[in-house]
């Protein structure tokens, strides 16, 4: 029982370029959530998925594309990476979406750095 | 302002003390809040929920203060391996939705 795994785990990247980063679960969780975390600034959502076949958009999610792929998959597209972006990017999972269930916890990724030059 | 203020540290304690932090948020409708531990350069785990007044887990007890819209962790008997970011984490879409706002963190460092 891996958890959630993501893929790469660092990647460097030129203005301009594209690229997808993966993650998985195998915990056969519903939600699923991309955050990008800053120095100084805390972990900040990005896109999420409630569900398999819905995704919303976060606090910051100008830049970036999601797609979720199936129960396992959620991986988030940079069209055209900016040194803004430059940051570490964790995935994580929950059992349900909605609070005061008791299947709320969220669990991460090993994340994945990423440099825009 | 953010949601939810921290004070970054470090916090520098010997093994053996008892160290506390606090983190204070901004958004009333937040119902849940938790505390997340980050090693360096690792994902966050969740550490302890706390859902109405407080929780307390071994040596690691949290307590929630509505009036005053703040939240703290006390650690008592410190270790060494206690040396981590503290992520203080607010929920401010209450109960409809597990969007998470994540404090800037609280740098622990443990010394022997």
């Known amino acids: 029982n891996a958890g959630v795994t993501q893929t790469p785990k660092f990647q460097v990247l030129k203005t301009g370029q594209s690229m997808t980063l993966q993650c998985a679960q195998d915990?056969?969780?519903?939600?699923m959530y991309w955050y990008r975390q800053d120095p100084g600034m805390g972990l900040r959502l990005i896109y999420y998925?409630?569900?398999?076949?819905?995704?919303d958009k976060g606090e910051v999610p100008n830049g970036y594309n999601v797609s979720r792929l199936n129960k396992r998959e959620f991986s988030l597209r940079l069209e055209s990476a900016a040194p803004s972006q430059t940051s570490v990017y964790f995935c994580?999972?929950?059992?349900?979406?909605?609070?005061?269930?008791?299947?709320?916890?969220?669990?991460f990724g090993p994340g994945t750095r990423l440099t825009v030059l | 302002r953010k949601e939810v203020e921290q004070d970054p540290g470090p916090f520098n304690v010997p093994e053996g003390a008892t160290v506390a932090f606090n983190c204070t948020y901004s958004?009333?409708?937040?119902?849940?809040f938790f505390w997340y531990r980050q090693d360096c350069r690792k994902e966050p785990k969740l550490l302890m929920s706390?859902?109405?007044s407080g929780n307390e887990d071994g040596r690691f007890t949290a307590q929630l203060n509505r009036a005053s819209q703040y939240i703290s962790l006390l650690i008592r008997d410190s270790k060494l391996s206690d040396s981590a970011t503290y992520l203080c984490?607010?929920?401010?879409?209450?109960?409809?939705?597990?969007?998470?706002?994540f404090g800037g963190g609280t740098r622990l460092m443990v010394k022997p």
């Open positions: 994580a999972s929950s059992e349900s979406f909605w609070r005061g269930l008791g299947t709320d916890t969220q669990y």
């Open positions: 915990m056969n969780h519903n939600s």
């Open positions: 998925s409630a569900s398999e076949g819905t995704t």
């Open positions: 958004n009333s409708a937040s119902q849940s």
């Open positions: 706390v859902y109405s």
């Open positions: 984490v607010g929920t401010p879409h209450g109960n409809a939705g597990n969007m998470l706002t």
